[in-house]
């Protein structure tokens, strides 16, 4: 079974500043997706950024980044230029391309709150 | 727009009794699922649903819980004899595409808070 890690509990990072958040996972497959989803107060958990395991290059978006390094089995999310806005539980979270349902649950890590100080 | 909805927002209930939680998911999407949350932990998934039957649940989703489409809109999970450790947030999500046609991604609601006394 697939598991997802993130090692940091609690994040705190000044306005405008770049914060790293830490993901790593474990999985004996060859093609997966990987996810970061955010949580606001509010509840409501919304996809941050998404990275296909078979592309090599990085995704982006706009302030959010993410370093995949698939031999390491890492994740991790670049916020750059952050915002209070920015502040909420992030997760990272896995799930494989294909199984025979065609319909695979996604697998989440513990999450990391972060925090952004003005 | 389009978004999940879930009501309620909040329900307390005493141990025993039976709960059931609603969502609306997105109306052209074919995947459902229920994850939920205990307080201060991860999200666990617990059951997806396609094409009007279970296709994976955790061993969470033990004979306490089902879920149904009742109406061809929403997507109800009822916890039929609810226990202490049953409080929790729980998510229902939803998703449109098959593997291979896209990403799959899941659009999450608001979550309903169960609080069980």
């Known amino acids: 079974a697939q598991t997802v890690t993130q090692s940091q509990p609690e994040m705190s990072v000044q306005e405008a500043e770049t914060v790293t958040l830490s993901c790593t996972y474990d999985t004996s497959e060859s093609d997966y997706y990987l996810f970061w989803y955010k949580q606001p107060p509010s509840r409501q958990m919304i996809l941050v950024i998404r990275?296909?395991?078979?592309?090599?290059q990085n995704a982006t978006e706009n302030r959010f980044s993410v370093n995949f390094q698939k031999a390491a089995k890492s994740f991790s999310l670049k916020i750059s230029d952050s915002q209070l806005g920015d502040a909420a539980m992030y997760f990272c979270a896995y799930r494989s391309v294909f199984r025979n349902s065609g319909n695979t649950p996604l697998v989440f890590g513990k999450g990391t709150r972060l925090s952004v100080i003005a | 727009e389009p978004e999940v909805t879930q009501t309620p927002s909040h329900q307390v209930t005493q141990m025993g009794q039976e709960v059931i939680l609603r969502c609306v998911p997105i109306s052209n999407h074919l995947y459902f699922y229920w994850y939920r949350q205990i307080l201060g932990q991860k999200v666990e998934f617990l059951v997806s649903?396609?094409?009007?039957?279970?296709s994976e649940k955790s061993e969470i989703f033990d004979d306490q819980f089902s879920v149904e489409r009742p109406d061809g809109s929403n997507f109800t999970l009822k916890i039929r004899s609810t226990k202490l450790e049953d409080s929790a947030m729980y998510f229902c999500?939803?998703?449109?595409?098959?593997w291979g046609m896209g990403t799959g991604e899941l659009f999450f609601g608001e979550g309903s808070r169960l609080t069980v006394l």
């Open positions: 990275q296909e395991a078979y592309k090599q």
């Open positions: 649903f396609y094409n009007n039957e279970i």
């Open positions: 999500a939803s998703s449109g595409k098959v």
